[in-house]
C-alpha cells in the first residue's frame, strides 16, 4: 500500500507498484558522500525491523529527481508477535534544509557583498594557524580601510557607496587565490586572509596588487569613481598567533 502523499513523491501510483519489490518503489542513497543506502533500506524491509536512515538520505523519484527525506521503519506485529510486515513514513525535508542553509550562509556572510563576516573569517584564520603549524608555512592578514569613501557616500548618496563596495568586494575576490578570504567587516573596512605566504614580502605583493585593482576606475550609474585603500600587513608567526592579535 502507498498513500496519496507516498504516491506522489515517489512517482509510483499503487496500481502501478502494487506486486514489484519493495526496494525498487523506495530507492535511497545517502546525500552526504553518495553512498548507497538502498541495501540499509532493504535489509530493514527484509529483516523487519525498527530502523532510521541517516538525515542526509534522498528519495530517488521513479523519474531520477532526487529528494532529500527523513525516514523510519517500523515492523507491523500480529497478535502472537511475529513481525508479519512494516510501514514506512518518510518525508520531505528540502524546503527545510534549503532554509536551514540559508539561515548559515546569513549568519556567517556580509548581507551586501556576500563576502564572509567576522564570524566566518575569524574561523579561518584559527583553522589556517593550525595548518601553518603543521605544515611550518606563515599566513597572512591584511586590514584595508578604504580613503575617503564618507564622501561619496555624502555627496552621491548610500545606494552609490553600496555599489561601489560589492563592486571593490569583487575585485578582491579576483585579486586572491580560491583558498584564500576576503571578509567585510563592516563599513569600508575590509580583511584579506592569505591563507600561505612564502614571507613578508610575499604578503606586500598581494598587498600592492590589491592597492593597483581598488584604484582602477570604478563606472556605476553613469559616475566614474576613483578611491584608493590603505593596508596593515600583519604575518602569522611573528606578528600574533591568533585572530584578534593579527
Keep these: 500500500f502507498l498513500n496519496a502523499v507516498a504516491e506522489k513523491m515517489t512517482g509510483w501510483s499503487l496500481p502501478e507498484a502494487a506486486g514489484r519489490p519493495m526496494v525498487e518503489i523506495f530507492r535511497t542513497v545517502g546525500a552526504a558522500a553518495g553512498e548507497s543506502a538502498e541495501t540499509t533500506a532493504e535489509l530493514a524491509i527484509l529483516q523487519i525491523r525498527a530502523m532510521h536512515l541517516p ?66 573569517l575569524n574561523d579561518r584564520i584559527g583553522q589556517a594557524t593550525i595548518m601553518a603549524q603543521r605544515t611550518k608555512k606563515q599566513i597572512a592578514v591584511l ?3 578604504l580613503d575617503g569613501f564618507k564622501h561619496i557616500n555624502d555627496s552621491l548618496g548610500h545606494p552609490i557607496g553600496d555599489k561601489l563596495l560589492q563592486a571593490i568586494a569583487k575585485r ?53 569613481l576613483h578611491i584608493t585603500t590603505s593596508i596593515g600587513v600583519s604575518v602569522y608567526p611573528d606578528d600574533g598567533s591568533d585572530a584578534e592579535t593579527l
Design 143 to 145: 586590514f584595508m580601510d
Design 172 to 224: 578582491l575576490v579576483d585579486c586572491v587565490r580560491a583558498a584564500d578570504t576576503i571578509s567585510r567587516q563592516g563599513g569600508d573596512e575590509f580583511i584579506v586572509l592569505l591563507s600561505e605566504v612564502q614571507g613578508p614580502e610575499a604578503a606586500a605583493l598581494m598587498a600592492n596588487r590589491i592597492l593597483a585593482a581598488v584604484a582602477q576606475r570604478h563606472s556605476i550609474d553613469q559616475h566614474d
Design 55 to 120: 538525515s542526509s538520505c534522498l528519495l530517488i523519484r521513479r523519474d531520477g529527481l532526487e529528494v532529500a527525506i527523513e525516514e523510519s521503519i517500523a515492523p507491523i506485529h500480529n497478535r502472537e508477535g511475529r513481525k508479519i510486515g512494516a510501514v514506512i513514513v518518510f518525508r520531505d525535508v528540502s524546503a527545510a534544509q534549503a532554509m536551514a542553509r540559508q539561515i548559515t550562509h546569513s549568519a556567517e556572510h556580509d548581507f551586501l557583498t556576500g563576502l564572509p563576516n567576522r564570524l566566518l
